[in-house]
């Protein structure tokens, strides 16, 4: 098997099908292309009004949130807005139906948002954290937000955290920011279903940030089927891969019609 800029594989062919209907643990390892038919703005795309000023990536770390709490949580919550405002699209509940027909399925995924839990799995890997859990700075507890959906204007604005209950510090964004560690334990035990799965599906990622990246090549190296979605080839496949053009939303439902019905 080699790394390969044109996959042999590009339909749901019947040895794929093979693969997945006699599969006994199946993965779903997924990114922000899986959320963009929700219409979910992406972590790159273009921020708007006040957060047109600010590149994401200088949002996303301790040393920005110390500099200036409340502006990197007036970003996320205007996120977090933004997702509550969504629904779950047609990916999203396949991937939860399909679940179902496994002894064995996991989902990952580097998304922050809470549309897998929501289209009906409850057990999700959240690599890269979740909006919806912030925890105190300083001390590390969770804290929970009521269930009103924040309204914060396009535009942008300040918000100040709240305070931690039990040590009065500020509370933060649920995510990893960069220069820091993913979830030790989440990472673990999505290495372990990579390492043991037969079927891997790899879902609106463009695969190249590590360590999430490396979930498909432990999956390979277990001799599981890879198969990638996305509307654009994705670098770093391999000639055994299939890869599956076209949008996610499209391409699930498709996959689950013609493989179990
Ligand atoms: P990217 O924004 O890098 O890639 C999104 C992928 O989704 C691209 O390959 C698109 O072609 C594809 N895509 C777009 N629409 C799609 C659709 N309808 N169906 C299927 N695929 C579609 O997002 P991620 O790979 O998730 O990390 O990014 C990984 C990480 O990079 C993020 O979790 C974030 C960022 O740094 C942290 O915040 C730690």
Not at 76 to 89: H, I, S, T
Not at 124 to 132: Q, T
Request: net charge negative; glycine share 6%; charged share 20%.
């Amino acid at each position: 098997m080699s790394q390969a800029s044109i996959p042999s594989h590009t339909v749901i062919d019947e040895a794929l099908s093979q693969r997945i209907r006699t599969a006994r643990h199946i993965v779903f390892f997924t990114g922000a292309g899986v959320s963009a038919e929700s219409g979910i703005p992406t972590f790159r795309d273009a921020q708007t009004g006040l957060w047109a000023q600010f590149d994401a990536s200088e949002l996303a770390t301790p040393e920005a949130f110390q500099a200036d709490p409340a502006l990197v949580w007036g970003w996320y919550e205007w996120r977090r807005m933004k997702v509550l405002q969504a629904q779950p699209n047609p990916a999203h509940f396949a991937i939860a139906r399909l679940t179902q027909r496994f002894p064995h399925a996991t989902v990952i995924t580097q998304n922050v948002d809470d549309l897998h839990e929501r289209a009906g799995h409850s057990n999700i890997l959240h690599l890269h954290g979740s909006l919806h859990q912030p925890r105190c700075f300083t001390c590390g507890v969770g804290y929970s937000f009521d269930n009103e959906i924040p309204v914060e204007p396009d535009y942008g604005r300040r918000v100040e955290p709240p305070r931690c209950a039990r040590c009065d510090g500020l509370i933060r964004p649920g995510v990893v920011w960069f220069g820091e560690s993913l979830p030790a334990q989440t990472l673990q035990q999505a290495f372990d279903a990579a390492a043991q799965c037969d079927v891997l599906f790899s879902i609106g990622t463009s695969g190249v940030v590590y360590p999430a990246a490396q979930m498909p090549h432990i999956a390979r190296d277990a001799n599981a089927a890879i198969v990638h979605i996305n509307p654009q080839p994705v670098s770093g496949i391999y000639s055994d891969d299939w890869m599956l053009i076209g949008a996610a939303g499209d391409l699930l439902p498709k996959l689950e019609r013609e493989v179990f019905f």
